[in-house]
T-cell receptor, first 113, second 115 residues
Framework: DGGITQSPKYLFRKEGQNVTLSCEQN?????MYWYRQDPGQGLRLIYY???????QKGDIAEGYSVSREKKESFPLTVTSAQKNPTAFYLC????????????FGPGTRLTVT | AQSVTQLDSHVSVSEGTPVLLRCNYS??????LFWYVQHPNKGLQLLLKYTSAATLVKGINGFEAEFKKSETSFHLTKPSAHMSDAAEYFC?????????????FGKGTTLSVSS
């Protein structure tokens, strides 16, 4: 059963702690993306990766970090430097960097208090 | 730079009546355009896409959209709303001239369907 898995679905952290969100895909897609969603804001791009061991900053990368050591995995770390981390985080993938259709995971809702 | 504007933040219809969700785009090149749907606390699902083929695009669940270059619009329609259509809808643009970058999302339109 192919798809994108994000875990956990809900995550709670105290302010000042780093937290890592998981994203795994078994679609054999080259490109992967992280978005942040806030009410009334649509989706905003945090980071994206076109191939293994390479990634690029998106529009709102400050306070976040990523790695792409394996094709199927693209974890996102929300650091303590992110001033407003509470949001819904969505991971997506596409077959290649030249493909424009993206497939989304179910999302992780992060709450920081 | 490319951008997309969803003209209504909220649309309310009655079950069985037509749905119209409006989207205008701005793009330097021939764009690819998409509509995605998101149900509460879920990921996004692709409804339909336009990639320079037929201007009238049919998608899943009875939705369709028409690409109108002269009006820079890509409105989403459905002849008869169903209660299960209640969700948030995103119009999305991607320029063919910038492969490898992410999609540009509109701010979303919340569709409410009453019985």
């Amino acid at each position: 059963d192919g798809g994108i898995t994000q875990s956990p679905k809900y995550l709670f952290r105290k302010e000042g702690q780093n937290v890592t969100l998981s994203c795994e895909q078994n679609l054999n897609h080259d490109a992967m993306y992280w978005y942040r969603q806030d009410p009334g804001q649509g989706l905003r791009l945090i980071y994206y990766s076109q191939i293994v061991n390479d990634f690029q900053k998106g529009d709102i990368a400050e306070g976040y970090s990523v790695s792409r050591e394996k094709k199927e995995s693209f974890p996102l770390t929300v650091t303590s430097a992110q001033k407003n981390p509470t949001a819904f985080y969505l991971c997506a993938s596409s077959p290649s960097a030249a493909a424009y259709e993206q497939y989304f995971g179910p999302g992780t809702r992060l709450t920081v208090t | 730079a490319q951008s997309v504007t969803q003209l209504d933040s909220h649309v309310s219809v009655s079950e069985g009546t037509p749905v119209l969700l409006r989207c205008n785009y701005s793009s330097s090149y021939s764009p690819s355009l998409f509509w995605y749907v998101q149900h509460p606390n879920k990921g996004l699902q692709l409804l339909l896409k336009y990639t320079s083929a037929a201007t009238l695009v049919k998608g899943i669940n009875g939705f369709e959209a028409e690409f109108k270059k002269s009006e820079t619009s890509f409105h989403l329609t459905k002849p008869s709303a169903h209660m299960s259509d209640a969700a948030e809808y995103f119009c999305v643009v991607s320029d063919l001239g910038q492969a490898g970058t992410a999609l540009i999302f509109g701010k979303g339109t919340t569709l409410s369907v009453s019985s």
